[in-house]
């Protein structure tokens, strides 16, 4: 049990360094630069950005720099790049999630504590199908992947279908996003 909190306790830290790094990249204006910088590279571009597309603080800019790029270019194209930067970005929260966080976590819950609310939610079992198809959801829309991936973390995906499923959302949600906005 110790372990499990030390872990969730490093990992809780990595999460709070990590998006103190992205506020500072967001505030400084180096992000935007940095995007900004890349756009006219239509295929290197898309890529940056689409890395950049999935998490909750850098989404803004890069989506702003996908429309850009879409606008002067094959709206597919960016798209196919922007996936496939997003699918970069998701692999490396989803290892993390799935491997570290969301374990130490579901240990912390389900130890010898439970609470009524953790033996309430072990009752609906035959909701457990829900969770791949929300964080789905979450991730083929312009929303931040975070707690998509934390869905399809716990839900065990194996991480070949985890790719392919996160390139294709990827895909359509930066595709349809670009062709509504151009």
Do not use: H
């Not at 360094?17 to 400084?28: C, F, G, N, P, Q």
């Not at 006219?40 to 890069?62: D, L, Q, R």
């Not at 457990?128 to 973390?153: C, K, T, Y």
Request: proline share 2%.
């Amino acid at each position: 049990m110790s372990d499990n909190k030390n872990n969730l306790i490093r990992d809780l830290s990595i999460v709070v360094l990590s998006v103190a790094v992205a506020i500072i990249l967001a505030k400084t204006g180096t992000l935007q630069d940095l995007l900004t910088s890349t756009k006219e590279w239509e295929i290197v571009g898309s890529f940056i950005a689409g890395v950049f597309f999935v998490s909750i603080f850098t989404v803004a800019p890069a989506a702003v720099i996908l429309i850009e790029i879409a606008q002067a270019n094959s709206v597919f194209l960016v798209a196919f790049c922007g996936g496939l930067g997003a699918l970069f970005g998701d692999l490396i929260i989803f290892r993390f999630l799935r491997d570290s966080f969301s374990r130490s976590l579901l240990d912390l819950i389900t130890s010898k504590n439970e609470n009524k609310f953790v033996s309430f939610l072990k009752s609906l079992k035959f909701l457990r199908w829900l969770w791949p198809i929300i964080g789905a959801l979450i991730i083929v829309s312009p929303f931040p992947d975070e707690i998509g991936l934390l869905m399809l973390g716990i839900s065990k995906v194996k991480m070949y279908e985890f790719a392919v499923l996160a390139f294709v959302l990827n895909f359509i949600g930066i595709y349809v996003m670009c062709s509504a906005l151009i």
